[in-house]
Nanobody
Framework: QVQLVESGGDLVQAGGSLRLSCASS????????MAWYRQAPGKQRELVAS???????NYADSVKGRFAISRDNAKSTVYLHMTNLKPEDTAVYSC?????????WGQGTQVTVSS
């Protein structure tokens, strides 16, 4: 079993920045896919950013140029760097990792952006 713990969520003003972290209890060196999702109240969960083991990234159109996903294998941690935050970015952000053929999810961290 793999435990994922997200952190870094906070209340920020529009235009601000945050870095979310997703720490894994197991090495992510061989993780095939890592991703961040978000879910706002009353809305469906949406993919924000993903990072494949070969380094290929994918971003939702709404965050392109503002968010960046990265990994630190030595720390078994996946990051989501968020800049120029907007009120519409307000949501619970969750990370997911595909490791050993199993998809694991974290519990989520709240990001609130005030206007």
């Amino acid at each position: 079993q793999v435990q994922l713990v997200e952190s870094g969520g906070d209340l920020v003003q529009a235009g601000g920045s945050l870095r979310l972290s997703c720490a894994s209890s197991r090495s992510i060196f061989s993780a095939y896919l890592m991703a961040w999702y978000r879910q706002a109240p009353g809305k469906q969960r949406e993919l924000v950013a993903s990072l494949q083991i070969n380094g290929i990234t994918n971003y939702a159109d709404s965050v392109k140029g503002r968010f960046a996903i990265s990994r630190d294998n030595a720390k078994s941690t996946v990051y989501l760097h968020m800049t120029n935050l907007k009120p519409e970015d307000t949501a619970v952000y969750s990370c997911t990792i595909l490791l050993g053929g199993v998809t694991y999810w974290g519990q989520g961290t709240q990001v609130t952006v005030s206007s």
